[in-house]
């Protein structure tokens, strides 16, 4: 009996950290819709983007994270070759606004970078997790105070860093979706995708 008991709570353990761990949206999801600010204070739609193009959605973790800097600072640099396929991007993080100035400055980005207060559209677009203690503990102890710089209260969250590209009618048909955090997605790649 005990055998039986240990077998269900390891089963039921499993499904439910299963549960918290995010799978990001798979392509033909219709992609949540959004209206957050931008770097500049302007109010930016998923809505509006998607009438002048195919919309490449990337979630980053914040200006801290080098391998985020050298995505956005990659897509900046080609920022052309994708508005010449009409794409519109937009990158989203749960930093607070004085963060994203200080990503503006690292990567020179000129597209929208919008603050996602308290990770509810990570959530919806299910690339959320919640980051345990410890990491809190060892980022704190490298001079990053992760619930201070992401304006969270008790629970720290950041977004796995993924990208989506969705298109006119709202549909996902591209996603990247890795939780390795040093890994990213050529904008080669990218541009491939954009439709």
Do not use: H
């Not at 979630?59 to 956005?72: D, I, Q």
């Not at 052309?80 to 990567?107: C, D, H, M, N, R």
């Not at 720290?156 to 040093?182: C, H, K, M, Q, S």
Request: with cysteine.
């Amino acid at each position: 009996m005990k055998a039986l008991f240990l077998t269900l709570f390891t089963a039921l353990s499993l499904a439910v950290s299963a549960q918290d761990k995010p799978e990001g949206l798979f392509i033909n999801s219709k992609a949540p819709e959004f209206n957050l600010k931008d770097q500049n204070g302007k109010s930016v739609s998923l809505k509006d983007l998607r009438k002048k193009g195919p919309v490449l959605i990337v979630f980053y973790r914040g200006n801290w994270c080098p391998y985020c800097n050298k995505e956005l600072k990659g897509l900046q640099d080609s920022l052309q070759l994708l508005t010449e396929k009409s794409a519109q991007v937009v990158a989203i993080t749960p930093e607070a606004p004085e963060g994203v100035q200080e990503t503006v400055k690292k990567t020179g980005a000129s597209f929208p970078i919008l603050y996602d207060a308290d990770a509810k559209l990570a959530k919806a677009y299910a690339v959320a997790y919640q980051v345990d203690a410890r990491t809190i503990s060892r980022m704190k102890a490298g001079d990053i105070d992760l619930l201070k710089t992401n304006n969270q209260k008790e629970t720290a969250w950041l977004p796995v860093p993924a990208v989506y590209i969705v298109n006119r009618d709202g549909t996902i048909t591209y996603r990247y979706f890795n939780e390795n955090f040093r890994q990213r997605p050529s904008v080669a790649e990218l541009l491939k995708q954009v439709q």
